[in-house]
T-cell receptor, first 112, second 114 residues
Framework: EAAVTQSPRSKVAVTGGKVTLSCHQT?????MYWYRQDTGHGLRLIHYSYVADSTEKGDIPDGYKASRPSQENFSLILELASLSQTAVYFC???????????FGEGSKLTVL | GDSVTQTEGLVTLTEGLPVMLNCTYQSTYSPFLFWYVQHLNEAPKLLLKSFTDNKRPEHQGFHATLHKSSSSFHLQKSSAQLSDSALYYC?????????????FGLGTTLQVQP
């Protein structure tokens, strides 16, 4: 079974603070993704990466940065957290020749 | 651009009745279509994936048929169970090209009542 783990699972941050969400996969997958989930908006792609040391902007990248230091690790960084970034964040990985995503268990972020 | 449309935000039905969740898509290429299911407080996980040879995928009593003529991939089940209550996402994958993106619809919440 493919394994994607996220940390922290839950976090409360203050407005203007820095938040880092981490993701680790043991699937040997090339592709990794960060999605944001909000009621009424479904899953929206923030950033993704298909190789270490390279990241790509997704559909809603503003206010977020991403880092892929190795094939296994992919981080999402909020330099100045805002109230509107309160959401559940999912990391996912997928292999080269398959469309199937394997999701982590999610990180619930609350910005106060 | 490429997109996925799920017209129903919420579907409520009685246990034992048939289920049909709608999914239509727009794509320049011939994409793969997926259904993901997310139970409360869990991660989304794959339910079904379209085949390239037009076989009908089935899993846990659910099935979906890719109709390229109508750009649809509706999810169906003959008899709903209480445990089917969840959030269902239809998604589209563009394997061609190097974007690697999976595009999701807004999701349909299925509530099955006794």
């Amino acid at each position: 079974e493919a394994a994607v783990t996220q940390s922290p699972r839950s976090k409360v941050a203050v407005t203007g603070g820095k938040v880092t969400l981490s993701c680790h996969q043991t699937n040997n997958h090339d592709y990794m993704y960060w999605y944001r989930q909000d009621t009424g908006h479904g899953l929206r792609l923030i950033h993704y990466s298909y190789v270490a040391d390279s990241t790509e902007k997704g559909d809603i990248p503003d206010g977020y940065k991403a880092s892929r230091p190795s094939q296994e690790n992919f981080s999402l960084i909020l330099e100045l957290a805002s109230l509107s970034q309160t959401a559940v964040y999912f990391c996912a990985s997928r292999g080269q020749n398959t469309g199937q995503l394997y999701f982590g268990e999610g990180s619930k972020l609350t910005v106060l | 651009g490429d997109s996925v449309t799920q017209t129903e935000g919420l579907v409520t039905l009685t246990e034992g009745l048939p289920v049909m969740l709608n999914c239509t898509y727009q794509s320049t290429y011939s994409p793969f279509l997926f259904w993901y299911v997310q139970h409360l407080n869990e991660a989304p996980k794959l339910l079904l994936k379209s085949f390239t040879d037009n076989k009908r995928p089935e899993h846990q009593g659910f099935h979906a048929t890719l109709h390229k003529s109508s750009s649809s991939f509706h999810l169906q089940k003959s008899s709903a169970q209480l445990s089917d209550s969840a959030l269902y996402y239809c998604a589209l994958s563009l394997i061609t090209g190097n974007t690697g993106k999976l595009i999701f619809g807004l999701g349909t919440t299925l509530q099955v009542q006794p």
